[in-house]
């Protein structure tokens, strides 16, 4: 589940030309671990693993979350996270500033939550 957490955003915002320009692109989580893209994909914004290097958690390359997300008035993105590969739910926050992101994912009624650093990557 901590993997899983840890793993990736997929978007599908309410907003997406606001998110788009934020949020696209390629991004490299805090520990070096995962490399996903986000992008549009169809009516959603989609982050997907580019790479994972320890895939011991059960995280491959394709793997993606789908967000329900909307732009709160702080400009943050909220809303909830659904893992197709998993069948899970999370509750999802991510903060965007220039050239990082920080992603708060949280389960059971945000009882248990881990945020997660990206930075910006080619």
Do not use: H, Q
Request: with cysteine; proline share 3%.
């Amino acid at each position: 589940m901590r993997r899983l957490l840890l793993a990736l955003p997929l978007l599908c915002l309410s907003d997406i030309s606001s998110a788009t320009t934020e949020l696209d692109g390629v991004w490299l989580r805090d520990d070096g671990n995962a490399r996903v893209r986000i992008a549009p994909c169809g009516d959603n914004i989609c982050a997907t693993n580019l790479w994972i290097g320890d895939t011991s958690g059960g995280e491959a390359v394709g793997d993606r979350l789908v967000l329900t997300l909307v732009r709160e008035p702080d400009g943050t993105f909220s809303g909830n996270a659904y893992d197709p590969k998993r069948n899970w739910n999370y509750a999802m926050t991510i903060t965007a500033s220039a050239g990082a992101l920080t992603t708060r994912g949280c389960i059971i009624g945000r009882l248990i939550c881990r945020d997660v650093t990206w930075k910006a990557s080619k």
